[in-house]
């Protein structure tokens, strides 16, 4: 049995930013770039396969990407799956590689919630290789902050909301998150349906760290993200996250036929059209030959990490609030006041005296583009209360990957939609607020604060501004 | 909970909870079937028709045909019968929308929302027949001819190939913020349907050119028309169905000609 390749943690890896994984990978990518963008193999190629710059350009490998669905971490896997064969076959081919790299070659991932892994790996900062060389990992179309060893802030990076919740998926149905990995979507995911969102994996850290690290640049926008090389271990992260969600903390894929047995088109290491569905990856080490570095087995019940709470029912949820007019962020705290009607729907037709579910919606984001910056949203933060980033009356991130395409008309893959929505389960939180009395039907308040990338040491922080985001409502949501 | 609503059984009451866009259905439905009955009605007196007293015996059928320069059809009867074509070939493919809608209003706005909102899209396709229909009688463009809807028939194929189109297409999925409740929720109803109203017609304007124009292909053309528009707008990547709706609509019009 051959022992499957170990994706490293590259923060892990030696202190200097060259050791010979990175340096490996760094050398590959400047083949990759050397390219024509008409071979699949190429870097701008690759890219391509995640979204084109060019609407007309897309057929059944290019402008492929999945989000707010549930084939997003399954398609990613692949995508990173072809990918990373490709730079192995690359590296397998380098002189200056030394033999144990070539055999052993997997791509690192970057957890950036480790503690003091926040900042981007030293070699993706790094201007030059140590021949002097341009350093083909570090792009300027970055935040500047992050270029400079800034760090991102914890709550973009933390998973443990995601790796919370119990559900894979969620039916599309209007103010409820989608689960662990997305909604139950076709192919056609942003324009399906006004209601959909991403899965709460996608949404943190995905979406978070994609705008942060991109400031408005590559990693901010779908058909440039690949472009940066730090995106692909962004992603390994992310489907090690999918990994340990499945293993550690014991949540079930999907079963249905038609996510199981969805197929998409890659191309191999030589160039040949591939085919996969997700009901190919589920197991890496088994399916695809992988394992990785920081995947600790169960050590626990998984009731003990999750206490299993009832499911939802199965009626709709009711609207019960949402504010009138809409809200423009840009770049600063803001506050908005919504009141609560009693439920007349299912709720109020079944008796119940209170709802199994609360729902927080933020709905109908526009920007002209990504302004590089997450928010965090609070609910009720009582006025003196200085700490903004109390996390008592934390509900989760909004952030901005994927806003350009939502309003592209000239594509398939937004749908001309026109926004962005997420939806938050915030029941405890609203069971927490009322046994503490701060929760008054009257005067519910949302609370949007943003989220930056940290000054790097030593350098003060750069007073930007952020263009400009608008939500056109935020709503609550009983079930 | 409404005395009446208490006397529905919960099955019901459940599926009407999970699918609000019930009575825009219905209005679709009754569409459909007010125009295939008066299709088979026989030969009748103009008077039944509201024609002025005089007029000459025709036909339902021929009666049914918007553009039609014949004195005995009154403009109010033209616009109704376009109307009740435009209820029962556009509603289906925005009931997903509607649905979308009522699921995002407050519980009791449900309906409202939603048939304001039609309302709304109707309008828009109303002041669309209107001209149409006033352009093809001034021209006195003829109705029922093979010859002449066989060709509005290519028009729209070759609108199924243009950009314009796939991008109207998309823009039917655009939502917009909607206020709660009072004058600005019913406000926000009416703005999405002029919005989504605006992008059907675009989609949509050249394959209801026939409809103006039809005769006894009627129903057949509304029918394969229907399927059209549904497939475009609910399927996955229905944009792509518009390279295959052009030569469905040739092979159409070479069946309405030949056959």
């Known amino acids: 049995v051959t022992e499957p390749y170990v994706r490293q943690d590259i923060w892990t890896l030696e202190a200097t930013p060259w050791n010979s994984l990175a340096m490996a990978y760094a050398l590959a990518v400047r083949e990759m770039q050397a390219r024509p963008a008409s071979d699949p193999t190429s870097w701008v190629y690759q890219a391509s396969v995640h979204a084109t710059p060019d609407p007309q350009d897309r057929d059944d490998w290019r402008d492929q990407c999945q989000h707010n669905s549930w084939f997003f971490l399954p398609w990613h896997r692949m995508y990173l799956y072809w990918f990373e064969r490709i730079v192995r076959a690359i590296v397998q081919t380098l002189e200056d590689v030394d033999d144990s790299t070539k055999d052993t070659w997997a791509l690192p991932y970057w957890d950036y919630d480790r503690g003091g892994t926040n900042a981007l790996p030293p070699a993706f900062r790094e201007a030059q290789l140590p021949n002097g060389d341009d350093n083909p990992l570090r792009t300027d179309e970055r935040n500047p902050s992050i270029n400079a060893g800034g760090g991102l802030p914890g709550l973009a990076t933390s998973a443990q909301n995601a790796l919370a919740e119990m559900s894979f998926s969620e039916p599309l149905m209007a103010g409820v998150p989608s689960g662990f990995g997305g909604p139950i979507t076709g192919w056609h995911h942003f324009a399906e349906n006004g209601t959909t969102t991403p899965g709460e994996l996608e949404r943190t850290p995905h979406n978070d760290v994609h705008g942060l690290v991109g400031g408005g640049g590559f990693m901010s926008r779908f058909e440039t993200a690949p472009l940066d090389p730090v995106f692909w271990l962004h992603h390994a992260n992310i489907d090690r996250l999918w990994a340990l969600w499945t293993g550690s903390f014991a949540g079930e894929n999907p079963l249905a036929a038609a996510w199981l047995d969805r197929v998409f088109h890659f191309h191999d290491e030589g160039g040949q059209d591939v085919t996969m569905t997700p009901g190919d990856v589920l197991d890496v080490a088994a399916d695809l030959g992988y394992r990785y570095a920081d995947m600790p087995a169960l050590v626990v019940q998984p009731e003990a990490v999750m206490p299993p709470s009832p499911p939802p029912p199965e009626h709709p949820a009711e609207l019960v609030g949402a504010t009138d007019t809409p809200l423009e962020l840009s770049g600063d705290a803001a506050t908005v006041q919504l009141s609560i009607s009693p439920p007349s729907g299912p709720l109020r037709a079944l008796a119940a005296e209170e709802p199994n579910r609360v729902y927080l919606n933020v709905e109908d984001i526009e920007a002209e583009r990504n302004p590089g910056i997450s928010y965090a949203v609070y609910v009720n933060v009582p006025d003196d209360d200085a700490d903004a980033a109390n996390d008592v009356h934390y509900a989760g991130n909004v952030s901005f990957f994927g806003v350009e395409q939502a309003q592209d008309v000239d594509r398939d893959h937004s749908g001309g939609r026109g926004s962005l929505r997420y939806a938050f389960d915030i029941s405890d939180l609203v069971k927490r607020l009322m046994a503490e009395h701060l929760w008054d039907p009257e005067r519910m308040r949302v609370m949007f604060v943003p989220l930056r990338v940290e000054a790097p040491p030593g350098v003060a922080a750069a007073e930007a501004a952020t263009p400009p985001v608008r939500v056109g409502r935020v709503s609550l949501f009983y079930r | ?259």
């Open chain 2, 1 to 259: 909970v409404s005395v009446v609503e208490a006397h529905v059984p919960l099955r019901i009451r459940r599926a009407a909870w999970t699918h609000p866009e019930w009575a825009v259905a219905l209005v679709a439905l009754s569409s459909w079937a007010v125009l295939v009955l008066v299709h088979d009605a026989g030969p009748i007196d103009a008077h039944a028709a509201g024609a002025t007293a005089g007029a000459h015996v025709h036909t339902m059928n021929g009666m049914l045909e918007p553009t039609s320069a014949h004195p005995a059809v009154p403009w109010t009867v033209r616009q109704g019968v376009w109307m009740l074509m435009t209820a029962a070939m556009m509603l289906p493919s925005s009931l997903p929308t509607v649905r979308l809608l009522a699921m995002n209003s407050l519980w009791r706005r449900r309906l409202r929302a939603g048939l304001t909102f039609v309302v709304a899209l109707l309008g828009v396709w109303f002041v669309f027949g209107l001209i149409l229909i006033s352009v093809a009688t001034a021209f006195r463009v003829p109705a029922g001819n093979d010859l002449v809807v066989g060709t509005v028939l290519l028009v729209a194929a070759g609108w199924e190939l243009t950009q314009a189109k796939r991008r109207s297409l998309r823009a039917c999925h655009r939502t917009v913020p909607l206020p709660p409740c009072g004058w600005r929720a019913t406000r926000g109803c009416a703005r999405f349907g002029i919005q989504y109203g605006l992008a059907c017609v675009g989609a949509c304007w050249a394959l209801m050119l026939p409809m103006a124009l039809a005769g006894a292909h009627r129903l057949f053309l509304m029918l394969l028309l229907t399927a059209v528009v549904v497939a475009e707008e609910g399927l996955e990547r229905g944009t792509r169905l518009t390279r295959v709706a052009a030569p469905v609509l040739v092979g159409a019009t070479i069946v309405m000609l030949v056959g």
